[in-house]
């Protein structure tokens, strides 16, 4: 089984960071394949940030040329593009967003994410509530560090902490690292706060190995179905 794992942004040591999460989670036989754009953000930190990187992200898989693969693991926290990757590609792909909160979902009647700047609380939300998971989220809390910052790992766990303790205050059972560039932090703070913490890399490579060996993938009836044959205009000079 070979699974692609796109970054959401440009810089490729944190490409190179998430795939080593994902291959900790990946089982025996399974290859990681990790992808970053060509080009949009070096961080996704906003609006204008998601929506760059969500055609990126399209763009990258648009024009993939390597090895076949069995599913797509987008990994990126709250970022738009799900949707139409799962029209463009015939495998299924897992959106790190709501697989960690469909798992947390089965650990504890209500989750709180905790991620980098403020400015990206309500964009989770908003993906959360797509996804059918909001309901079950007591609270969405920032760090206040930048997605950049998170390689000082003293730093971003005195954080982490901090913003997970008003987390649990609002009502979470259970935890969610917030943005990929997290990931691997579980090990380390879910025995100090006492309580699950779930990764959404990790998350989104289980299931998608789950999807892949069950032999389901995304429906063609109604919502996902193929994009209507047209001309499209892919940058300057793109056109297919």
Known sequence: MRI??????TTQEMTEEIVR????????????????????????????????????????????????????????????????????????????????????????????????????????????ELAGVGRNCAAVVGTGLGVLDLGDPDRTEAAFLSAAERAREAGAEVLVLGCAGMTGLQRVVAEKLGMPVVDGVGAAVKLAESLVSLGLTTSRVGSFAAPVPKGRVWGVGGIS
Do not use: K
């Not at 692609?4 to 942004?9: F, H, L």
């Not at 998601?50 to 990258?60: M, N, P, R």
């Not at 991620?115 to 908003?126: A, K, Y």
């Open 4 to 9: 692609v794992v796109t970054n959401c942004n």
């Open 21 to 128: 999460g994902a291959r900790a989670a990946a089982g025996p036989g399974t290859t990681v394949l990790g992808l970053t754009p060509a080009w949009g953000p070096e961080s996704a930190e906003g609006w204008l940030d998601s929506y760059l990187s969500a055609a990126a992200v399209i763009d990258l898989l648009r024009t993939y040329d390597g090895p076949a693969y069995d599913a797509v693991v987008m990994a990126g926290f709250g970022e738009h593009g799900r949707e139409g990757v799962r029209e463009l590609v015939d495998v299924p792909v897992v959106d790190i967003t709501e697989a960690a909160a469909h798992l947390a979902c089965l650990l504890g009647r209500r989750y709180g994410v905790v991620t980098t700047l403020e400015r990206s609380c309500g964009q989770i939300e908003d993906s959360l």
